[in-house]
């Protein structure tokens, strides 16, 4: 027969015991909450960078790919561990990498861009006892440079894309080509293409390669030559292919891989 005096005395007496065991416990809790210190975050005091190269000017707004540049950074950890330096760019590549005294230098080489991309760098000091205790810095360096601005002339005449030009067959048409930035120029003679996108820079023995700092007009003289034409220099110069119309496209392409593209419709005469 069940008795409910015995049975709550039973109740009573194991609540009794749980509530000493956990005031015990909880105690001990209590004292290493107290004491409880937490990890600080690591701290990173200075970061800098400077082109290798110290006669590198104007570089900020003109960025192209393989300039290296210095990165330097210093930072500390509040409880006196070590650390761990990662550096990482969408731009660009890190070799070199050496540490001392809670200081750190790599070095940074731009890579793949597009015109006018920021080129950052970013710093991530971890402290690797503990997860997910970092500091993180990221600093500009620069941005990609502008897209070029050319032009071809003939007899000072600019050519505008779909002009064309008469040559005979023995005859010569001499055209300037100016671009205000480093980069090659190229003839390609292709009349089945339409589209000026499927044209680019195949062989790049036969460039006309052209230096100059970007914002700084640089010029240069290639001739196109008819199939019957003597030819006295075989450099910057293309022979057209026959007598008839010809689609000859004049292409630039910049140290971005970026290009430009002008058609000129060139008519061959006998």
């Known amino acids: 027969m069940f008795d409910k005096e015995i049975f709550l005395n039973h109740i009573n007496k194991f609540c ?10 909880g105690g001990e809790v209590l004292d290493d909450a107290q004491n409880f210190v937490p990890n600080e975050s690591p701290v990173i005091t200075s970061i800098s960078f400077e082109p290798s190269d110290s006669n590198l000017i104007n570089y900020e707004d003109n960025l192209i790919p393989d300039i290296p540049f210095i990165v330097k950074a210093s930072a ?5 561990e070590g650390l761990t330096y990662t550096f990482t760019s969408d731009q660009g590549s890190f070799s070199g990498q050496k540490e001392s005294n809670e200081e750190v230098e790599v070095v940074f080489v731009t890579g793949k861009m597009k015109s006018g991309e920021l080129v950052t760098v970013k710093l991530t000091v971890s402290d690797p006892t503990r997860r997910n205790n970092e500091a993180v810095e990221v600093i500009y360096i620069g941005k990609g440079k502008p897209k070029a601005n050319i032009k071809a002339e003939k007899g000072g005449s600019l050519i505008s894309d779909g002009d064309t030009i008469t040559l005979a067959s ?20 292709k009349d089945s293409e339409s589209n000026p996108q499927n044209i680019s820079i195949g062989d790049k023995d036969k460039v006309f390669g052209l230096e100059t700092p970007t914002g700084t007009n640089k010029s240069l ?6 199939p019957d034409a003597t030819v006295p220099d075989p450099n910057h110069m293309l022979r057209v292919s026959s007598v008839g119309t010809h689609k000859v496209w004049i292409i630039f392409e910049d140290m971005l891989r970026q290009k430009i593209v002008i058609l000129c419709n060139v008519i061959v005469t006998p």
């Open 221 to 226: 003289v290639a001739t196109l030559y008819g």
């Open 170 to 189: 023995n005859g010569s048409c001499p055209l300037t080509l100016t671009s205000d930035c480093t980069g090659s120029f190229l003839f390609v003679e």
């Open 16 to 25: 009794f015991i749980i509530l000493l065991y956990l005031c015990a416990c």
């Open 76 to 80: 500390y950890d509040p409880e006196n």
